[in-house]
T-cell receptor, first 114, second 114 residues
Framework: AQSVSQHNHHVILSEAASLELGCNYS??????LFWYVQYPGQHLQLLLK??????LVKGIKGFEAEFIKSKFSFNLRKPSVQWSDTAEYFC????????????FGGGTRVLVKP | NAGVTQTPKFQVLKTGQSMTLQCAQD?????MYWYRQDPGMGLRLIYY???????DKGEVPNGYNVSRLNKREFSLRLESAAPSQTSVYFC?????????????FGDGTRLSIL
């Protein structure tokens, strides 16, 4: 089945460490890619999105993601995390092959220790 | 700016009871969605409405019904609640089903079925 996979379910790191969260999808053709963040007790908020153009996209709060078409990947990165980055992160793909509906990965819980 | 408003925020039901989750958006969006969020599984689409007057099944529609009451409102009904429906439910809206713009999410309804 076509899907969106996030490799890490839980990540624990210290403040100032670098963060990279993996996301792979299996849809061919045109895709629109998103990373959402869910802070504890809150709703999902958009971190960044990729539709076309420069495959390196920058989002809010110092996050960036790189689209590698040949690898069907859209990994999220942040060079130096803060305690306030503790949250769950979701990769999502909107693909024409999936009827343009948004498909989410399973999420990665990130805990940043002060 | 209210965005997407969901009611109630919390609910406890007994097996077999029915209830309706309400969702309203004030962004003049055409498409609306209901997701459920379960640990490790990300968000899974239950039903969606591409436009007023239309509804379609998503990935996990069994046990649910929906009504797109008007352009603003999209309700989710559990006719006979089951413990497997214990979850956090999110409503979302988007400009169009085929749009590249991200969806906007409500704060969620935490539902427990005993």
């Amino acid at each position: 089945a076509q899907s969106v996979s996030q490799h890490n379910h839980h990540v624990i790191l210290s403040e100032a460490a670098s963060l990279e969260l993996g996301c792979n999808y299996s849809y061919g053709g045109t895709v629109n890619l998103f990373w959402y963040v869910q802070y504890p007790g809150q709703h999902l908020q958009l971190l960044l999105k990729y539709f076309s153009g420069d495959p390196l996209v920058k989002g809010i709060k110092g996050f960036e993601a790189e689209f590698i078409k040949s690898k069907f990947s859209f990994n999220l990165r942040k060079p130096s995390v803060q305690w306030s980055d503790t949250a769950e992160y979701f990769c999502a793909v909107n693909a024409r092959a999936a009827g343009n509906k948004l498909t989410f990965g399973g999420g990665t819980r990130v805990l940043v220790k002060p | 700016n209210a965005g997407v408003t969901q009611t109630p925020k919390f609910q406890v039901l007994k097996t077999g009871q029915s209830m309706t989750l309400q969702c309203a958006q004030d962004m003049n969006h055409n498409s609306m969605y209901w997701y459920r969020q379960d640990p490790g599984m990300g968000l899974r689409l239950i039903y969606y409405s591409a436009s007023e007057g239309t509804t379609d099944k998503g990935e996990v529609p069994n046990g649910y019904n929906v009504s797109r009451l008007n352009k603003r409102e999209f309700s989710l009904r559990l006719e006979s609640a089951a413990p497997s429906q214990t979850s956090v439910y999110f409503c979302a809206s988007g400009i169009e089903l085929t749009a590249r713009e991200p969806q906007h999410f409500g704060d969620g309804t935490r539902l427990s079925i005993l």
